[in-house]
Nanobody, 119 residues
Framework: QVQLVESGGGLVQAGGSLRLSCAASRSIFSIYAMGWYRQAPGKQRDLVANITSGGSTNYEDSVKGRFAISRDNAKNTMYLQMNSLKPEDTAVYYC?????????????WGQGTHVTVSS
C-alpha cells in the first residue's frame, strides 16, 4: 500500500505557473506507474500525465508542451510542473499510483489539490 499527499495547488492568473507535488509514504522506486489526473466541476476524472518506473512519460494532448511530469525517487515524490496555465486547466488535481501485485494493478489516490486559473 501507499498513501499519497498532494500539495502546491492554488489560484494563479492565466499564463502563470504552478508546481504540484505528490509525496508518497513509501519508496516509489518500484511503483509501476504514477500519474496526475484532474476533475473539473461536473466532469469526469481524466488523465493529465503519467510516468512509469522506467521514466517513460505520457501526456494528455491539451497539456503537451506546457506541463512536465517528473519523479524524484530519493525523495519519494512526484511532481507536475504546469506552465502557461489556462482557465480550462482549473480542476482538482489528483495524484495516482499504480502498484503491481502479480498480474493485478491496484490504484491508490491522494485527496486532491485545487488549481484555479483566472482569466
Amino acid at each position: 500500500q501507499v498513501q499519497l499527499v498532494e500539495s502546491g495547488g492554488g489560484l494563479v492568473q492565466a499564463g502563470g505557473s504552478l508546481r504540484l507535488s505528490c509525496a508518497a509514504s513509501r519508496s516509489i522506486f518500484s511503483i509501476y506507474a504514477m500519474g496526475w489526473y484532474r476533475q473539473a466541476p461536473g466532469k469526469q476524472r481524466d488523465l493529465v500525465a503519467n510516468i512509469t518506473s522506467g521514466g517513460s512519460t505520457n501526456y494528455e494532448d491539451s497539456v503537451k508542451g506546457r506541463f512536465a511530469i517528473s519523479r524524484d525517487n530519493a525523495k519519494n515524490t512526484m511532481y507536475l510542473q504546469m506552465n502557461s496555465l489556462k482557465p480550462e486547466d482549473t480542476a482538482v488535481y489528483y495524484c495516482n499510483a499504480q502498484l503491481k501485485f502479480g498480474f493485478i494493478l491496484r490504484d491508490y489516490w491522494g485527496q486532491g489539490t485545487h488549481v484555479t486559473v483566472s482569466s
